[in-house]
């Protein structure tokens, strides 16, 4: 099992930037690909994006790609989100999520979840 605490959630204007991170527990996060997904008031848990294990290969939601960009450090076990160009529709609680395989894009492919970071965007 793994426990993911994500971080760096705050107030910005439209246009500005935040970074998420996502620490995890244990000795084994190298081998979990990661994914980030967001949930808006009255909307559906969605995808933003996801990483595989090794930080070869990453995937993004259309909505984000070009703005956001996912990282790891396995060494500190943390996986980050770097939010660029942040628009009003961006607000929501984002979540990183943990699974062991490919970094699939459903959130029901993730056993492992963090509590959550509010992000809000001001227009």
């Known amino acids: 099992q793994v426990l993911l605490v994500e971080s760096g959630g705050g107030l910005v204007q439209a246009g500005g930037s935040l970074r998420l991170s996502c620490a995890a527990s244990?000795?084994?996060?190298?081998?979990?690909?990661m994914g980030w997904f967001r949930q808006a008031p009255g909307k559906e848990r969605e995808f933003v994006g996801s990483i595989w294990s090794s930080s070869i290969t990453t995937y993004y939601a259309d909505s984000v790609k070009g703005r956001f960009t996912i990282s790891r450090d396995n060494a500190k076990n943390t996986v980050y989100l770097q939010m660029n160009s942040l628009k009003p529709e961006d607000t929501a609680v984002y979540y990183c999520a943990a699974r062991r395989g490919s970094p699939l894009t459903t959130k029901y492919d993730y056993p492992y979840w963090g509590q959550g970071t509010q992000v809000t965007v001001s227009s």
């Open positions: 244990g000795r084994t996060f190298s081998v979990y690909a």
